[in-house]
């Protein structure tokens, strides 16, 4: 904490919370709304970011155990893709076999704690000896995890859905 100035220590604790608390009030509203899911367009985000991690890595590729974290955090990424890929409420109309989506309460909560991971590992870091390359590498194998893992998982449901709605 700052001594000299304790009020610019309690806005910067402050105004992260107001605009977290703003968006996620927005998304929640916008969550109860079904959306369309085009399944034929689900491998569209993983792709753009497996490149954008390839691209990464071969420009700076990690070192030493930093290649371990990377590991540790791209099974941490599968994992909870996973879950969050699961959460998403699909459903299809019986009659015209039209794929919706709407996100769950739950998946938002997974993204808010993470949030709170993030904010609490910022504020642990000035004293802690962190490599921001490695980190940032991490972090790039945490979100190719969890996006690719998520449309996959989103993406065998649906397609699964719509098969048994064709058959009926």
């Known amino acids: 904490m700052n001594a000299a100035h304790p009020q610019s220590d309690w806005l910067r604790l402050a105004i992260p919370i107001v605009i977290l608390i703003a968006v996620m009030a927005f998304r929640m509203r916008r969550m109860s709304r079904e959306r369309p899911l085009k399944i034929e367009r689900l491998w569209i985000v993983p792709a753009i970011y497996i490149v954008v991690a390839a691209v990464a890595y071969w420009a700076h590729p990690p070192v030493g155990f930093a290649w371990l974290w990377c ?10 893709g996973w879950q969050r890929g699961r959460m998403m409420r699909i459903s299809v109309d019986p009659e015209t076999h039209e794929v919706s989506q709407r996100a769950s309460p739950a998946a938002m909560l997974l993204i808010l704690v993470l949030i709170l991971v993030r904010t609490g590992a910022r504020e642990m870091a000035p004293g802690m000896a962190l490599d921001v ?4 590498d991490v972090l790039v194998a945490f979100a190719l995890g ?12 649906a397609r699964k859905l719509l098969a048994a709605a064709r058959g009926a």
Do not use: F, K, N, P
């Open 133 to 136: 390359m490695t980190l940032t």
């Open 146 to 157: 969890l996006l690719a893992t998520q449309r996959l998982e989103m993406w065998l449901r």
């Open 71 to 80: 590991l540790i955090a791209l099974a941490a990424g599968v994992a909870l």
